[in-house]
């Protein structure tokens, strides 16, 4: 049995993990995606690496200027540009889930593993169930940190009964952007000046980058595009991704004037139902305040950007300590991982 299980290997999860495990928790991390991120997210396709999901990084925040500046000094990160306001704008060479694996270093995360249900038994453990196999896994306190609809799925079943009313109200509450991403490679070097443009609010593109400038050594352009959250709302079904791809290639190239951009050597689409946070939890973590601990963490706690993921990782960490074994926890100091 583990003293904490995490569900969910995106920024948060891994920060509030890598708290409880460096100050001497037996946890574990399970996520149901193939590699650790969430939506920090790179895509790998005949060699090339394409950022489908966290765009950049800029230091808004004290925890997040922390890692920014770890990161750097361990060569994940590196300056990408300044933007008009002069904010450095960080990526890393080799894709942004790079900033995840750092972070999910000497963790022991299980990936593959789509939570099917929660149980609380006759001992007040806690017994989680995954898709496709009879193994279980049992802990003493959960943390559920991934998007608030996807925690009130796997929670609700629960009921009022374990559950205060209130707790799943707040999950309820909680609302998501949608966005659709495409990535686009093409063979033939371009002369191009910028490394990303954003869209007007009304356009079926929210921003594209030139995400081969990010990258070393590599002189041909691969792009990526991200979609409003309205056109996303409205395709998020879409039976054809292609079809989205395309049209969205055809918009980029009409409206920057580079007809090239229309004829990729190939490209990908990918959804994203839980994109951005644009109505938020204003609690940094939601405590379900059990005997046994239930505590929801993420970037929609107390804002939407990376800065709250990290704090409310840390916050829900500091919670589920609170009660369990009342340690000392390492605070930012965890970033220095080694």
């Given amino acids: 049995m583990f003293d904490v299980a995490v569900i969910g290997a995106g920024i948060a999860g891994l920060t509030c993990a890598q708290q409880l495990h460096q100050a001497g928790y037996n946890t574990v991390v399970v996520d149901k995606s193939r590699g650790v991120g969430g939506r920090a997210a790179t895509r790998r396709v005949n060699g090339i690496r394409a950022d489908h999901g966290l765009r950049y990084l800029e230091p808004n925040g004290d925890s997040l200027e922390q890692l920014i500046e770890v990161l750097r000094s361990r060569h994940i990160l590196q300056l990408w ?16 889930s790079a900033i995840a694996k750092f972070l999910a270093t000497n963790l022991n995360v299980e990936l593959n593993r789509r939570v099917e249900s929660i ?6 453990i806690w017994h989680l169930t995954f898709e496709a196999t009879s193994e279980t896994l049992t802990a003493s306190s959960v943390v559920v940190a991934i998007p608030a609809p996807q925690a009130l799925m796997l929670l609700e079943p629960l009921g009022e009964t374990i559950l205060p009313a209130t707790f799943l ?21 371009k002369n191009l000046t910028w490394k990303d443009i954003s869209f007007p609010p009304h356009s079926d593109l929210s921003w594209i980058s030139l995400d081969s400038s990010k990258r070393i050594n590599s002189p041909s ?15 998020l079904e ?12 055809s918009r980029a190239a009409a409206e920057l004037m580079l007809p090239w951009i229309d004829a990729p050597d190939w490209f990908q689409v990918h959804r994203w139902r839980y994109a951005f946070p644009s109505r938020p939890l204003s609690e940094i973590c939601l405590d379900s305040q059990l005997p046994q601990p239930l505590i929801c963490c993420g970037d929609w706690c107390g804002g939407n950007l990376v800065e709250s993921a990290l704090v409310s990782g840390m916050t829900a960490a500091s919670e589920i300590n609170r009660y369990l074994k009342q ?12």
């Fill in 81 to 96: 540009y300044e933007s008009e306001s002069n904010i450095p704008r960080y990526v890393a060479p080799d894709g942004m």
């Fill in 119 to 124: 149980t609380l038994n006759n001992d007040n």
């Fill in 169 to 189: 109200d707040s999950l309820r509450g909680v609302e998501f952007d949608p966005c659709l991403t495409a990535i686009a490679s093409y063979s033939t070097p």
């Fill in 221 to 235: 352009p691969v792009l990526v595009l991200h979609t409003s959250a309205d056109f996303a709302r409205t395709n």
């Fill in 238 to 249: 879409a039976p054809d991704l292609n079809l989205i791809g395309q049209h969205l290639l």
């Fill in 327 to 338: 340690i000392p926890l390492p605070g930012t100091n965890f970033l220095h991982i080694g």
